[in-house]
């Protein structure tokens, strides 16, 4: 054992070595982000734990790790109980200097390393497939893989397991799905890979395959504060899993907490409901048996429509204080009142002075104009010189702007007296998704959802504040974790929601929804 120790000291000091050798931008291009060996040593502890259960009767461990860097996985096995078992072991991977540290530190061991790219392996190095697989795959978003690469991905990742990624899906969803040739029946598979797929539309092949074609044993999902890497803010799940169908009566444990040998949550989750869900995430929490309804269904896309607020392409140059733009006299007509960012917002109302600009926070213009700059020239030289600075910085050629005609005329995006933040932290005694009401005529900037009533309740608000009040009631009423949950999480505790995602949140337990539905004939 003291010599497995020496040789942990040692990989942590080579490991430290070559990560200081690349810059920030090449790691998170190529996916490096190393696992801390104490949690590698938590897998390792897991792994013991179902290979230890009644139902395996396995006599030698032959392991794969995919995408061993250093080899941090092979070296937590040598310090569990089951490091007398180890059979062949074997390690893939690209990157040469990391190979030839885990072959110089571990090939004592018996640990053997092969420089090769896992996701073109054809063929595997002794007649028996590996019985245990733990693996933190490389993240590389998608955007740093050439569309080439990723259409042989892909293709291979579709004939390995049947199932066609996303082309926004990251590496670690082909490195799971092409490592299932590679498993043996009924051997045990764990991997460390981003919470993203339980959530995100790109992630529902990963959820096929753990609930139609293999047996997901256990999925532990770290506390979004919680992160994992210091140097990657993304939140981390662990994901156990046997090669065997699941049954039809199969149940799954999720666990949540910043330890997976202590979780401070635990929820069973039968198969059945694994497959059907669009999230994972709070899955376990909104389980319960199902009632009768007497009232329809009611979700928030039968109420209203969700877009996104205005991207000027260039927020510093169009979006300006009030009190400057009149100093430089740009003309009131093609000035539009905007919402500042919500971090302005002491309050869930806003409300607007005489001229419809927003009180009690700052006051910001919009400019936006369609008059082609001949006739702005002619007559509106204030305006036409402030166009002519913007074109000397360059912010005509930006890619929105570009695109515009003229550069200087704004997406249009009226006013609703109804938005949503569209991400943020939880913060004390405060929801890091908050509903507004917009009773000025400010327009909203891309950091909030407008929120527009559809048009039988449009018809039915009429201008009546009291009704916009009845209406932001019912927003008020919808639960802050429900909101969550059907958004998406990500490292640091940071939370985002889409307006798709916004469409699916039910209504039907909120008597303010029922009793529109009612006023308005709706069903």
């Not at 982000?33 to 032959?62: G, R």
């Not at 490091?83 to 004592?108: H, K, M, T």
């Not at 933190?136 to 998608?142: F, G, L």
């Amino acid at each position: 054992m003291d010599r497995v120790n020496a040789a942990e000291q040692q990989r942590r000091l080579e490991q430290a070595r070559l990560d200081g050798g690349k810059t920030t931008q090449e790691r998170n291009r190529l996916g490096q982000f190393a696992t801390p060996f104490p949690l590698a040593l938590e897998i390792a502890q897991l792994a013991v734990e179902h290979l230890k259960n009644e139902h395996y009767t396995i006599d030698t461990i032959d392991f794969l790790d995919p995408g061993c860097g250093s080899g941090v996985f092979y070296s937590a096995l040598l310090q569990t109980s089951i490091a007398n078992q180890l059979g062949s072991a074997y390690g893939i991977e690209i990157d040469p200097a990391f190979a030839e540290v885990a072959r110089s530190l571990w090939a004592p061991f018996g640990f053997q390393v092969i420089q090769d790219d896992f996701t073109r392996l054809t063929s595997f190095f002794k007649p028996d497939l590996p019985n245990l697989i733990i693996c933190n795959p490389p993240y590389s978003r998608h955007h740093h893989l050439e569309q080439l690469q990723k259409n042989l991905l892909q293709t291979r990742a579709s004939k390995t397991s049947g199932l066609w990624l996303n082309g926004l899906a990251g590496l670690y969803c082909y490195f799971l799905l092409l490592s299932h040739q590679w498993l043996r029946p009924g051997g045990l598979s764990i991997w460390l890979i981003p919470t993203e797929f339980m959530d995100v539309n790109y992630g529902e092949a990963i959820r096929i395959y753990l609930s139609q074609h293999v047996t997901l044993k256990r999925l532990h999902r770290f506390e979004a504060s919680d992160v994992q890497f210091a140097d990657a803010l993304v939140s981390s799940a662990v994901v156990v899993f046997e090669n065997r169908k699941p049954t039809i009566e199969h149940q799954a444990i999720f666990t949540v907490g910043s330890s997976l040998s202590q979780p401070s949550k635990t929820y069973t989750v039968k198969n059945e409901w694994l497959s059907k869900a669009h999230k994972w995430t709070h899955v376990p929490e909104s389980i319960s048996p199902s009632t009768q309804r007497t009232q329809p269904e009611i979700s928030f896309g039968n109420l209203f429509k969700v877009r996104r607020g205005l991207a000027t392409g260039a927020n510093g140059y169009f979006i300006l204080p009030r009190s400057k733009a009149e100093e430089q006299g740009l003309p009131a007509k093609f000035l539009k009142p905007i919402l500042p960012s919500p971090r302005y917002l002491t309050d869930v109302v806003i409300e607007a002075d005489g001229d419809g600009y927003p009180l009690r926070i700052p006051q910001l213009v919009l400019i936006d104009c369609d008059w082609p700059e001949e006739q702005v020239q002619a007559e509106y030289p204030s305006l036409w010189e402030y166009l002519e600075h913007g074109k000397r910085l360059g912010i005509h050629e930006r890619y929105l702007t570009s695109k515009r005609n003229p550069w200087y005329k704004q997406e249009q995006v009226p006013a609703s007296p109804f938005l949503c933040t569209y991400m943020g932290r939880a913060q004390e005694n405060k929801s890091p998704l908050r509903f507004i009401w917009n009773q000025s005529k400010a327009t909203s900037p891309n950091v909030y959802h407008v929120i527009y009533p559809r048009e039988h309740l449009t018809a039915y608000m009429g201008n009546s504040l009291e009704l916009q009040a009845e209406i932001f009631r019912l927003l008020s009423r919808i639960d802050n974790q429900i909101i969550i949950s059907e958004g998406r999480t990500y490292g640091g505790g940071l939370h985002k929601i889409e307006p798709h995602e916004l469409y699916r949140i039910s209504l039907s337990n909120i008597a303010e929804a029922q009793k529109l539905v009612a006023s308005t004939m709706l069903f």
